[in-house]
Structures are given as structure tokens and as C-alpha cells.
């Protein structure tokens, strides 16, 4: 019997195929180098992956996934990824994606523990702190949960803005635009949060760095 990650490997010789016969060059243009203008941190959900939902091809994004799409400043990998993205392939846009009915931000915002998960979602946690008396007007528990993911976007947005690799990409005039989106599950739909960050003075004057 055939073992369910083999199917992996076959959609992959049918998938090498396919991309062969539309551009024979694909894999060889591909290989010599990557050139994305995006950088997209997502949600890890196996249902939101960016490339498809966003209909782009391999070398069009740079990929950064964490549960509920954090962006916290002393992650090493969040920053590394964000660095290259920033200083080496020189991303013009990065687009911080949550999405609607996400597990880590609906866990955040109860009190059962998951175990080592919970030092994660403990940031966000911080995000409800922050925005607690807009979320606690909120009665219906599926709309409150909604809001949280979009303020939950808002707030990475933000932590982006406050990076030194950010905020020196804008010192020296590199355009870089940061942008909050979230997707719905249930249509399939992303959502512009319309929470776009360019320059520092978009940001609270405790967080501006000098050069
Ligand atoms: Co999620």
C-alpha cells in the first residue's frame, strides 16, 4: 500500500513536469539567483500558505512562518530573515499576513495551558493587554477573537517599524513599506488592514533610532 508521504514526492515529478513544459528555463533561471520583493511573515496554519493564496511563483516571496504570525524582537530567526530580506535582497514590501480563526491568537486569549507553547503565546497575550479595552467591549466571543487577530496584525506592523534593520533601511532612504493584512479561512479572502508603515515618523518618537 502506498504511504500517504509518497503521494509528496509523485505530485512532485508531476509538478517538475508541468513547470517543465510551460518554461523548459524555469529550474535554471531559478537556480542562478533570487530577487522576491516581498518578505511575508505568516501564520505556520497549513491552511494560509503564501504562495498559493497570493497566486505567486518560487522567487516571488520570502517566507518567514511562526504560530500567529509574530514578530518579536528578540527572535534570532525572525531577525535573521528579516535582516537578509531587508539588507541583501533589498524586499520593497513586507507584508505581515494573520488570518481569522488563528489557534495561537484564540489561545491567547483564554486561560488553559498547551505547556511550552504558552512562553509564545504569552506575546500575545501582551497584544490583548494593550488593546483590552477595545477587545473587552466586544461580547460576542467570535468577533472578539476576529478583532484580536487584526490588532494582533496591527501590533507586528508596529514591532517591525521599531527594528533597528527597518529603521535604518528608511534612514537611508531604501524604500520599504510595511503592510497588515489578514485572511479569512472561510472565503479564502485577504483583507488590507490598511495599516502601512514607510518612514519612522510613523512611529511613536520613543521608538525612533538615530543613525
Ligand atoms: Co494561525
Known sequence: MEKSYQILLKNNENWVREQNEKNPSFFEQLSEGQNPE???????????????????????????????????????????????????????????????????????????????????????KDVYRYHHKELDAISSEEERGRRFVEVNVMEQVHDLGKTSIVQNAWLKNQPLHIHGWVYDLKDGVLKDLNVSFTCTKDLHSVYHLDQ
Not at 530567526?77 to 484564540?106: D, P, R, T
Request: charged share 10%; hydrophobic share 45%; with cysteine.
Open 38 to 124: 516581498y518578505l511575508w511573515i505568516g501564520c505556520s496554519d497549513s491552511r494560509v500558505p503564501a504562495n498559493q493564496i497570493t497566486g505567486t511563483m518560487p522567487g516571488q516571496i520570502f517566507v518567514h512562518r511562526n504560530i500567529a504570525n509574530m514578530v518579536v524582537h528578540s527572535d534570532m530567526n525572525m531577525l535573521s530573515v528579516l535582516s537578509y530580506a531587508v539588507e541583501v535582497l533589498k524586499v520593497k514590501h513586507i507584508i505581515v499576513c494573520g488570518h481569522y480563526g488563528c489557534g495561537g491568537v484564540l489561545a491567547a486569549m483564554g486561560s488553559k495551558q498547551f505547556g511550552l507553547i504558552d512562553n509564545w503565546l504569552r506575546h500575545i
